[in-house]
């Protein structure tokens, strides 16, 4: 099982700041990455697949980065409705695993 | 647009069985791989398992959890997909979401919340 580390846990960031979010797979995962945001009691959100592409509607701050091993997504000028938690999720192989999270706390 | 509705959730006690649905509509159901994935209170995310499309011989496979309890079934003419749980345990009490891909392109249901407790 490929086993997907989130860093940091935490995140605490001004309204209108970049954030920067990691992701670290065991073993190659190509760019078979996606990225969802998740606020509390509502369904987790897609917002980047194949590693880099905006899902639809998804706003043009998110953008994300990386291949193989290493993934990054960054939220320039963070909006208040940007603070949530945010999941990595490889579909290279079966299973599938999600990273543990990144909450984004406004600061 | 692709909809995708569970239903089915509910209390049930430990070591008891319940079965969850998913209706789905806005694709080709039967040319599509579905999967569920589930949420308990408070933590993250995790797959429970998937079922390929008929033309995929329609294997399943399950995340270790909940593998020999837990069985995916699906139903073209109906385009459902069900979510057999038998031998349930407190540890499985979650959230229960329907979900289905294309070329990376996840899209979820609203979920279902399944609670085991006695």
């Known amino acids: 099982e490929i086993v997907m580390t989130q860093s940091p846990a935490t995140l605490s960031v001004s309204p209108g700041a970049r954030a920067t979010l990691s992701c670290r797979a065991s073993q190659s995962v190509s760019s078979n990455l996606a990225w969802y945001q998740q606020i509390p009691g509502q369904v987790p959100r897609l917002l980047i697949y194949?590693?880099?592409t905006r899902a639809t509607g998804i706003p043009a701050r998110f953008s994300g980065s990386g291949s193989g091993t290493e993934f990054t997504l960054t939220i320039s000028s963070l909006q208040s409705e940007d603070f949530a938690v945010y999941y990595c999720q490889h579909y290279n192989s079966w299973p599938y695993t999600f990273g543990q999270g990144t909450k984004l706390e406004i600061k | 647009e692709v909809q995708l509705v569970e239903s089915g959730g509910g209390l049930v006690k430990p070591g008891g069985s319940l079965r969850i649905s998913c209706a789905a509509s806005g694709f080709t159901f039967s040319d599509a791989w579905m999967s569920w994935a589930r949420q308990a209170p408070g933590k993250g995310l995790e797959w429970v398992g998937r079922i390929k499309s008929k033309t995929d011989r329609g294997t399943t496979d399950y995340a270790a959890p909940v593998k020999g309890r837990f069985s995916i079934s699906r139903d073209d003419s109906k385009n459902t997909l069900y979510l057999q749980m038998n031998s349930l345990k407190t540890e499985d009490t979650a959230v229960y979401y329907c979900?289905?891909?294309?070329?990376?392109?996840?899209?979820w249901g609203q979920g279902t919340l399944v609670t085991v407790s006695s």
């Open positions: 194949g590693a880099s």
């Open positions: 979900t289905t891909a294309r070329n990376g392109y996840f899209w």
